[in-house]
């Protein structure tokens, strides 16, 4: 795979003859929809058009020390109606932010993603799942529309496919994604301090709570199938005075065990909710997310639940082992 794409006129016209747009993505705020979000509004920003950059979550200071533009963002639903929105990786009109109508803040939708499980809601709609991250996406368009890279929308871009890819490791990362680097790295990325802040910004009792993690962690194997498990639960969380944002990463962690096949990470969530990470190596897992009212990509998909922690989880490791099983057999 190449990596190439065409990007749709359709969008790139969609984008063009308009004057103001409204940007939204889906709740749970992550370094792809977030840089792809800022690098669009700046492009859009440069061509002369109205945007406003829809954000209610609040951004990590990982992500705000690096990123520019982000006091141009609003945490606040506008009151006022725009010529078209834009939706940034959001599968399902459902995992947008809740109480947000896009068809009563504008007459045009527009769809733009690369989840697998999206359900092309758009009136245009530009869905390509085998890209690794939005941001690459976001890249083309800029280049399509003639806005000059600068270093303030590399830097965005370059944010959003460093964490989408898991540092350019994940096996959607083709030769164009480097080249698309390499023309972000040229524009002014200051690589070392990105990476300094995204990865490298843990309090000691996060990795404390780390260790704990990893200590527990659970290789349950059967019929060839092996799956790695841990459980982090709101109780431990406020014996370390972690916050949920500063945990996203411990599924990586869980993802260095060698002979598993799939890694999951249950954890407690405000509001009594339970959430899980999902990791495949070589099997999609999506479809077990979906048992669960889940979904994501085909090797990484994500559940938010209600429940019992250690049910949920017993529940989720026994459907990828079901799901595994019938895969490997086939
Ligand atoms: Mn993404």
Same mark, same amino acid.
């Given at each position: 795979?190449?990596?190439?794409?065409?990007?749709?006129?359709?969008?790139?016209?969609?984008?063009?003859?308009?004057?103001?747009?409204?940007?939204?993505?889906?709740?749970?705020?992550?370094?792809?929809?977030?840089?792809?979000?800022?690098?669009?509004?700046?492009?859009?920003?440069?061509?002369?058009?109205?945007?406003?950059?829809?954000?209610?979550?609040?951004?990590?200071?990982?992500?705000?020390?690096?990123?520019?533009?982000?006091?141009?963002?609003?945490?606040?639903?506008?009151?006022?109606?725009?010529?078209?929105?834009?939706?940034?990786?959001?599968?399902?009109?459902?995992?947008?932010?809740?109480?947000?109508?896009?068809?009563?803040?504008?007459?045009?939708?527009?769809?733009?993603?690369?989840?697998?499980?999206?359900?092309?809601?758009?009136?245009?709609?530009?869905?390509?799942?085998?890209?690794?991250?939005?941001?690459?996406?976001?890249?083309?368009?800029?280049?399509?529309?003639?806005?000059?890279?600068? /270093?303030?929308? !590399?830097?965005? *871009?370059?944010?959003? $496919?460093? %964490? +989408?890819?898991? #540092?350019?490791?994940?096996? =959607?990362?083709?030769?164009?994604?480097? /080249?698309?680097? !390499?023309?972000? *790295?040229?524009?002014? $990325?200051? %690589? +070392?301090?990105? #990476?300094?802040?995204?990865? =490298?910004?843990?309090?000691?009792?996060?990795?404390?709570?780390?260790?704990?993690?990893?200590?527990?962690?659970?290789? +349950?194997?059967?019929?060839?199938?092996?799956?790695?498990?841990?459980?982090?639960?709101?109780?431990?969380?406020?014996?370390?005075?972690?916050?949920?944002?500063?945990?996203?990463?411990?599924?990586?962690?869980?993802?260095?065990?060698?002979?598993?096949?799939?890694?999951?990470?249950?954890?407690?969530?405000?509001?009594?909710?339970?959430?899980?990470?999902?990791?495949?190596?070589?099997?999609?897992?999506?479809?077990?997310?979906?048992?669960?009212?889940?979904?994501?990509?085909?090797?990484?998909?994500?559940?938010?639940?209600?429940?019992?922690?250690?049910?949920?989880?017993?529940?989720?490791?026994?459907?990828?082992?079901?799901?595994?099983?019938?895969?490997?057999?086939?």
């Amino acid at each position: 795979m190449t990596g190439d794409f065409q990007v749709p006129p359709a969008f790139v016209q969609a984008l063009r003859q308009h004057q103001s747009y409204l940007l939204v993505s889906h709740v749970g705020l992550d370094g792809d929809h977030l840089g792809s979000m800022l690098a669009l509004q700046q492009a859009l920003t440069i061509m002369g058009k109205r945007v406003v950059a829809y954000l209610p979550e609040s951004i990590p200071a990982s992500l705000s020390r690096i990123l520019y533009g982000l006091e141009n963002t609003s945490a606040e639903l506008p009151d006022e109606k725009f010529d078209a929105v834009v939706a940034l990786e959001c599968p399902t009109l459902g995992r947008m932010p809740k109480g947000f109508e896009p068809r009563k803040m504008a007459p045009l939708l527009l769809n733009f993603d690369h989840h697998q499980d999206n359900e092309n809601y758009g009136d245009i709609n530009w869905v390509l799942p085998e890209v690794a991250a939005l941001g690459e996406m976001t890249f083309e368009l800029i280049q399509h529309l003639d806005v000059p890279l600068d /270093r303030s929308m !590399a830097t965005a *871009l370059y944010v959003a $496919v460093l %964490t +989408d890819t898991g #540092s350019f490791q994940y096996s =959607r990362v083709t030769p164009a994604t480097h /080249r698309r680097l !390499a023309s972000m *790295l040229q524009a002014g $990325v200051a %690589t +070392d301090e990105v #990476s300094r802040s995204v990865y =490298r910004n843990s309090t000691p009792n996060v990795l404390k709570l780390l260790g704990r993690m990893l200590n527990d962690l659970t290789v +349950d194997e059967r019929d060839g199938v092996c799956v790695a498990w841990a459980e982090i639960t709101q109780k431990s969380l406020d014996e370390y005075s972690v916050r949920p944002e500063e945990i996203q990463f411990f599924v990586d962690e869980l993802d260095r065990v060698e002979q598993a096949d799939v890694v999951v990470l249950v954890r407690e969530a405000p509001g009594g909710k339970i959430k899980a990470s999902i990791r495949s190596r070589n099997h999609p897992i999506n479809q077990v997310a979906a048992i669960f009212g889940g979904g994501g990509h085909s090797r990484a998909a994500g559940v938010t639940t209600d429940g019992k922690i250690s049910e949920i989880r017993k529940a989720l490791v026994d459907a990828v082992h079901t799901e595994l099983t019938k895969l490997t057999k086939a």
